[in-house]
Every structure is written in structure tokens, then in C-alpha cells.
């Protein structure tokens, strides 16, 4: 193979649409890492289970022969993503059976930029096989080949990929070796122990270690230097009504115009979520993003290739009430800014939409059906409203609802309102309608109706090898 490097050894290649072939019929992932070597979330992670990445930049598109493909578009990584590890693993059998492990990377004009290939795999079940970094202003390819005999969770471990399950019907105690008196005695449970543990059992076990500090610290500086005014339980958050809630600020929309590239400034809006709303008239690349004090750029609100466009996006408005936003036109555009009170209302009737868009659901508990026309990727993300109490914010997570590509059929299950569905990529036509729908407050059996479907595609993604 043209270039091919050692263990170790680096290149730069160019800051384009790459595709890369990893061959040797292995399973492969890619995970988006910040510079400090950790995934943000599920979302960070492309595999077979979910093959694309929320903001387009790496693509899992297909299996052929023993090679599985990859697109990689490093012009539209995130500036937070610096890393974008190549993970193979094996559910049969070891590394070291895979005859032939290469990784292969090409570029825009169908040329090999670089390659590796492995000749000292061992009793690895997984590997972070090779890893495209940003360094000097563009970016490298590094020929890694750091194997995990632990398979993928040691490889999810030690990239801040969450690893626990979901609560199981009946949860086994939490392994705790000492009492909370005796904190110097409390032994820190192994990784496997960890990973057997429930989300439930691993709060349980910081609050028994959290108890031991305590009971320490009373007993090197005494009671009355440890103790703590006791907080009381907050109040109960009323449930709001759904025939008048709003989220976030309101305002009057605001309204900009103008032709070819610029920065847009609007002034004097509260702080909080609101929405974006953008008409493109040219075609080309046009490109939305926001800015933050410093004029950097944040995550893409528009990442678009085809002629015209129009759609609705998410973005906060900073505490000193101006928002900045960057925009790459080639031609005339509107952009209108508008509270997220002015989303349409998801209800029994079919909303016909093309484009990201932003809509509420206020009422009781339904299923939402999505039917997608589209060719590329379709994204969905749910924020829970409900308890969410500070209107100039969202939840930090949404809920990943559909990342899919292509045309298809999808019904997600919704909580009680209030719930802001975020359709965040869409390039065609799509429509949704609400089914089942039950009345506001008819599920309040505890806590239970108002969760949300959490699809956990990291889990998905270390069961693929039988972890």
C-alpha cells in the first residue's frame, strides 16, 4: 500500500472529505473525542447501530468484502471534536485473527493519502486502530494501534464513554467492602464491578463514600466545625398548563436581511433558547454558526450543499442579550430570531415540514410519528421541560430520539409535555403527526410516564461484542 506507516508513525493529510477503508472483516466504530480524550456523550459515537454523527462529520457508510467504510468530512468537525478515533473489535476470537488489519485513508480526488497496517496484534478484542488529530492548523493521521485485551469497555472507559446499564427490576447492593465509618476502609470496586452496576447502585455508592467523608471529617475537626445548615427538599414544581406554557424568553421576532456572506448581530434579546429562523436563496456550500464573546465560533446551526434552503434552528441567546451569528451566502437570505413559543404545536393533525425544525409537545403522554422522504440524515433530539424551572436554559442533554439516514418510518414515544422536539438535520421533505395521545396528567403514577425513552447507543455499541 502507497505511504504505509509503522506503529506510531504520523502524516498529515488534507482537511477535506476523506473516506477510509478499514479492511479485514472487523466490526469498526469511530468515536469524537475533545482534547481531552473523551466522547461527550453518546452521540459522540458512529457504529453500525447509529452510522452518523449528529453534525455530519463522520459518516459509517458501508460494508463490502471484508472492508467497512467510513466518510470523514474534517472541514466539518466541530471545533470542540480534536480527535476522531478509528475503533476496531472483534466478537469472535481475537485481533490477532484478523488477517490482513489495515486501515486506509483516501482523498477527494480517490488517491491514497496514507495507510497502516497491523502485523503485532495480540490477544486484543478491541483497538483503537489509527486516529485523524488536529495539530498546526490542519490535520494528521497517526497509526495508533493501541490494543484492549478488556475489549470495547476498557476502550469505552478510558474514553468517558458511559458504560452502565439502565436500572434492572431488581438491583443487587451496591459493592460497598466497609461501613461509612470507616472511609479509609472502603474499597473502590474494580472496573468489572462497575460495569455490572446500575446507574441507581453507583448513586448509592457515592452517597455511602459521601457519608464516610463526612463522618470522617467530623471525627479529625469535630462537630461543630463540620456540621452544615440541613437543606430542606425543594418544593414540588407545579406542572405548568399546557394551553399556556411557554419556555423561554418572549419577544418580539426580530427580522434581518441582506445578501451574500456577513455577520449578523441582533441586540437586546433576553437571554435563554430561542429560534433561528433561516431562508437561503443561493445554492453551494451555506454555512450558519454561532459566535461567543470571543468571535469563536460554536457548533454548526447550517451545513448545507444544495441549492436554497430553509429551516428552523436552535440557539441561546448569552447573557448580555447579543447574539452573533456567522453566515456563508452566496446569495440573498433572511434570518428571522423568535422565541421557542412560536414553534408549532405537535398535535393529532399531520404537520408537513422540510428542513430542521423545532416544534412543542404540551400535552399528556403520545407517540410521534415521523415519516421521512429525505435521502441524507435525519436527527431528532427530545428536552424534557417538565421540573425545568430556568427559562433561560435548556436541559444540558437532549435525548437522541432518531439519528438515522434515508428514508423511513419512525414512531418515538413521548412524555408528558412540556417537550421541545428538535428535528436538528433534515435535507427533504418529512411530516409528523402525534397517535395515542392521552390526557395531560393521566399518567402521574410517580415519576414513571414522565421519563424518557433514552436510546443508549453506547450500550448498543459494546454489545456488538458480546459485552
Given at each position: 500500500?502507497?505511504?504505509?506507516?509503522?506503529?506510531?508513525?504520523?502524516?498529515?493529510?488534507?482537511?477535506?472529505?476523506?473516506?477510509?477503508?478499514?479492511?479485514?472483516?472487523?466490526?469498526?466504530?469511530?468515536?469524537?473525542?475533545?482534547?481531552?480524550?473523551?466522547?461527550?456523550?453518546?452521540?459522540d459515537?458512529?457504529?453500525d447501530?447509529?452510522?452518523?454523527?449528529?453534525?455530519?462529520a463522520?459518516?459509517?457508510?458501508?460494508a463490502?468484502?471484508?472492508?467497512?467504510?467510513?466518510?470523514?468530512?474534517?472541514?466539518?468537525?466541530?471545533?470542540?471534536?480534536?480527535?476522531?478515533?478509528?475503533?476496531?473489535?472483534?466478537?469472535e476470537?481475537?485481533?490477532?485473527?484478523?488477517?490482513g488489519?489495515?486501515?486506509?485513508?483516501?482523498?477527494?480526488?480517490?488517491?491514497?493519502?496514507?495507510?497502516?497496517?497491523v502485523i503485532?496484534?495480540?490477544?486484543?478484542?478491541?483497538?483503537?486502530?489509527?486516529?485523524?488529530?488536529?495539530?498546526s492548523?490542519?490535520?494528521?493521521?497517526?497509526?495508533?494501534?493501541?490494543?484492549?485485551?478488556?475489549?470495547?469497555?476498557?476502550?469505552?472507559?478510558?474514553?468517558?464513554?458511559?458504560?452502565?446499564?439502565?436500572?434492572?427490576?431488581?438491583?443487587?447492593?451496591?459493592?460497598?467492602?466497609?461501613?461509612?465509618q470507616?472511609?479509609?476502609?472502603?474499597?473502590?470496586?474494580?472496573?468489572?464491578?462497575?460495569?455490572?452496576?446500575?446507574?441507581?447502585?453507583?448513586r448509592?455508592?457515592?452517597?455511602?463514600?459521601?457519608?464516610?467523608?463526612?463522618?470522617a471529617?467530623?471525627?479529625?475537626?469535630?462537630?461543630?466545625?463540620?456540621?452544615?445548615?440541613?437543606?430542606?427538599?425543594?418544593?414540588?414544581?407545579?406542572?405548568?398548563?399546557?394551553?399556556v406554557?411557554?419556555?423561554?424568553?418572549?419577544?418580539?421576532?426580530?427580522?434581518?436581511?441582506?445578501?451574500?456572506?456577513?455577520?449578523?448581530t441582533?441586540?437586546?434579546?433576553?437571554?435563554?433558547?430561542?429560534?433561528?429562523?433561516?431562508?437561503?436563496?443561493?445554492?453551494?456550500?451555506?454555512?450558519?454558526?454561532?459566535?461567543?464573546?470571543?468571535?469563536?465560533?460554536?457548533?454548526?446551526?447550517?451545513?448545507?450543499?444544495?441549492?436554497?434552503?430553509?429551516?428552523?434552528?436552535?440557539?441561546?441567546?448569552?447573557?448580555?442579550?447579543?447574539?452573533?451569528?456567522?453566515?456563508?451566502?452566496?446569495?440573498s437570505?433572511?434570518?428571522?430570531v423568535?422565541?421557542?413559543?412560536?414553534?408549532?404545536?405537535?398535535?393529532?393533525?399531520?404537520?408537513?415540514?422540510?428542513?430542521p425544525?423545532?416544534?412543542?409537545?404540551?400535552?399528556?403522554?403520545?407517540?410521534?410519528?415521523?415519516?421521512?422522504?429525505?435521502?441524507s440524515n435525519?436527527?431528532?433530539?427530545?428536552?424534557?421541560?417538565?421540573?425545568?424551572?430556568?427559562?433561560?436554559?435548556?436541559?444540558?442533554?437532549?435525548?437522541?430520539?432518531?439519528?438515522e439516514?434515508?428514508?423511513?418510518?419512525?414512531?418515538?414515544?413521548?412524555?408528558?409535555?412540556?417537550?421541545?422536539?428538535?428535528?436538528?438535520?433534515?435535507?427533504?421533505?418529512?411530516?409528523?403527526?402525534?397517535?395515542?395521545?392521552?390526557?395531560?396528567?393521566?399518567?402521574?403514577?410517580?415519576d414513571?410516564?414522565?421519563?424518557?425513552?433514552?436510546?443508549?447507543?453506547?450500550?448498543?455499541?459494546?454489545?456488538r461484542?458480546?459485552?
Amino acid at each position: 500500500m502507497l505511504r504505509g506507516l509503522i506503529k506510531g508513525d504520523n502524516a498529515f493529510v488534507p482537511t477535506a472529505a476523506l473516506r477510509v477503508a478499514v479492511r479485514s472483516g472487523v466490526d469498526v466504530a469511530a468515536l469524537l473525542v475533545t482534547e481531552q480524550g473523551r466522547v461527550r456523550g453518546d452521540s459522540d459515537i458512529v457504529f453500525d447501530g447509529a452510522p452518523a454523527h449528529p453534525s455530519g462529520a463522520v459518516r459509517l457508510t458501508g460494508a463490502e468484502d471484508g472492508t467497512v467504510w467510513l466518510d470523514a468530512d474534517l472541514t466539518g468537525a466541530e471545533e470542540a471534536v480534536t480527535r476522531v478515533l478509528l475503533v476496531v473489535s472483534t466478537e469472535e476470537g481475537a485481533l490477532r485473527d484478523a488477517h490482513g488489519l489495515s486501515v486506509e485513508v483516501f482523498g477527494p480526488d480517490g488517491a491514497t493519502v496514507v495507510a497502516y497496517e497491523v502485523i503485532d496484534a495480540g490477544d486484543e478484542t478491541a483497538m483503537v486502530l489509527a486516529e485523524l488529530y488536529r495539530r498546526s492548523g490542519g490535520w494528521k493521521f497517526r497509526a495508533v494501534g493501541q490494543g484492549y485485551v478488556d475489549g470495547l469497555t476498557g476502550l469505552a472507559v478510558d474514553h468517558g464513554v458511559d458504560v452502565s446499564e439502565e436500572p434492572r427490576e431488581t438491583p443487587a447492593q451496591a459493592p460497598v467492602a466497609a461501613p461509612a465509618q470507616a472511609p479509609a476502609r472502603i474499597r473502590r470496586p474494580t472496573r468489572d464491578e462497575l460495569l455490572d452496576m446500575t446507574p441507581d447502585q453507583i448513586r448509592a455508592l457515592r452517597e455511602e463514600l459521601t457519608r464516610a467523608q463526612t463522618s470522617a471529617t467530623e471525627t479529625t475537626q469535630g462537630p461543630a466545625r463540620a456540621q452544615a445548615p440541613l437543606t430542606a427538599s425543594p418544593p414540588p414544581v407545579p406542572r405548568p398548563d399546557p394551553s399556556v406554557w411557554t419556555h423561554g424568553p418572549v419577544f418580539e421576532q426580530r427580522t434581518v436581511t441582506g445578501r451574500h456572506s456577513d455577520v449578523i448581530t441582533v441586540k437586546d434579546l433576553p437571554p435563554g433558547p430561542v429560534m433561528v429562523e433561516v431562508t437561503l436563496e443561493g445554492d453551494g456550500h451555506q454555512a450558519m454558526w454561532p459566535l461567543d464573546a470571543s468571535n469563536t465560533k460554536g457548533r454548526y446551526l447550517i451545513n448545507h450543499g444544495d441549492k436554497g434552503f430553509r429551516g428552523r434552528m436552535l440557539t441561546t441567546v448569552p447573557a448580555n442579550g447579543t447574539l452573533r451569528l456567522q453566515l456563508q451566502a452566496s446569495d440573498s437570505w433572511q434570518v428571522r430570531v423568535l422565541p421557542l413559543a412560536a414553534a408549532r404545536r405537535l398535535t393529532e393533525d399531520t404537520l408537513e415540514c422540510e428542513g430542521p425544525e423545532l416544534l412543542l409537545h404540551t400535552g399528556g403522554i403520545a407517540d410521534a410519528t415521523f415519516r421521512y422522504r429525505g435521502k441524507s440524515n435525519f436527527v431528532v433530539f427530545l428536552y424534557r421541560l417538565a421540573g425545568h424551572t430556568d427559562s433561560t436554559t435548556l436541559p444540558k442533554h437532549g435525548t437522541a430520539a432518531i439519528n438515522e439516514i434515508g428514508a423511513r418510518r419512525d414512531t418515538v414515544p413521548l412524555p408528558e409535555g412540556p417537550v421541545l422536539v428538535q428535528v436538528s438535520m433534515a435535507e427533504g421533505p418529512w411530516s409528523v403527526r402525534l397517535k395515542d395521545v392521552q390526557p395531560y396528567g393521566s399518567g402521574r403514577d410517580g415519576d414513571s410516564s414522565a421519563k424518557l425513552p433514552a436510546p443508549r447507543r453506547a450500550l448498543g455499541w459494546l454489545r456488538r461484542a458480546g459485552h
